[in-house]
């Protein structure tokens, strides 16, 4: 027989089932009720793997952090070697070209000046 409750399920009464499918039924609603969780254990949970994602995604991004910091210190040698290999260190008693900016130059001006190095990095005596 089976009976309809207020909120509209339905419940068989266990006199109308036979005696195995009453033990099958019994044992898959102990299954189902251990199955599910409870809210609060399942807001654990989830707060729980948003902790570990977070700690996760912090980790990945301090070490890309750090992989970028390395790959632009080689980037850096790098261009330094080639800078120095095309423009090498001049030597005492060369002279050099040295470019005006536009800015500074006025019509009639020289668009470069020629210099002498005469000791150190910044002195220069100009021709």
């Known amino acids: 027989m089976v009976e309809v409750k207020e909120d509209g399920s339905q419940t068989r009464n266990k006199t109308d089932i036979p005696s195995q499918d009453v033990l099958a039924i019994e044992a898959e609603e102990n299954r189902n009720k251990t199955d599910i969780p409870s809210q609060d254990v ?9 902790a570990d994602n977070i700690r996760n995604r912090q980790h990945l991004i301090r070490d ?5 910091v390395t790959n632009l210190e080689i980037q850096a040698n ?3 070697s080639v800078s120095l290999a095309n423009h090498p260190i001049g030597k005492i008693g060369e002279t ?6 536009d800015v500074d130059r ?9 210099g002498v190095i005469l000791a150190g990095k910044y002195i220069i005596k100009l021709l």
Do not use: F, H, S
């Open 106 to 114: 006025a019509r009639g001006d020289l668009r470069n000046i020629l």
């Open 96 to 101: 050099v070209r040295i470019p005006i900016p």
């Open 78 to 80: 790098r261009m330094k």
């Open 64 to 68: 890309k952090r750090k992989m970028v």
């Open 42 to 50: 399942l807001a654990i949970e989830a707060e729980e793997n948003t």
